[in-house]
């Protein structure tokens, strides 16, 4: 499986942006996917989680209610749509899957990994 992470930027504090994850691979529909973010001297960390068939979905503390993941398995693409940013938002962030089909929050336990998109918040 290959992703590829598009749709970082520079947006002012209050505004949206749409992070996009593009994989590649048959077997895309049957993986749980995830996004951390990394922001500089900080550990990844994590951020959202969602099954394969959209069963389910978990969030981090920090950005529920303002963060939505979506999935659209016949384009292969993870959508992450970010409202009412934060300066504190501000990281780079990588989508990632999982081989198995459980729920993990650590980054220990994706197996793919996309190459980052950077997110900017201006205060």
């Known amino acids: 499986v290959q992703l590829q992470a598009s749709g970082g930027g520079l947006v002012q504090a209050g505004g949206s942006l749409r992070l996009t994850c593009a994989a590649s691979g048959r077997t895309f529909s049957s993986k749980v996917m995830g996004w951390f973010r990394q922001a500089p001297g900080k550990e990844r960390e994590f951020v959202g989680i969602?099954?394969?068939?959209?069963?389910?979905?978990y969030y981090a503390d920090s950005v529920k209610g303002r963060f939505t993941l979506s999935r659209d398995n016949a384009k292969n693409t993870v959508y992450l749509q970010m409202n009412s940013l934060k300066p504190e938002d501000t990281a780079v962030y990588y989508c990632?899957?999982?081989?198995?089909?459980?729920?993990?929050?650590?980054?220990?336990?994706?197996?793919?990994w996309g190459q980052g998109t950077q997110v900017t918040v201006s205060s």
């Open positions: 969602i099954s394969g068939s959209s069963t389910w979905t």
């Open positions: 990632a899957a999982r081989i198995y089909s459980s729920i993990s929050f650590s980054s220990r336990d994706y197996a793919y």
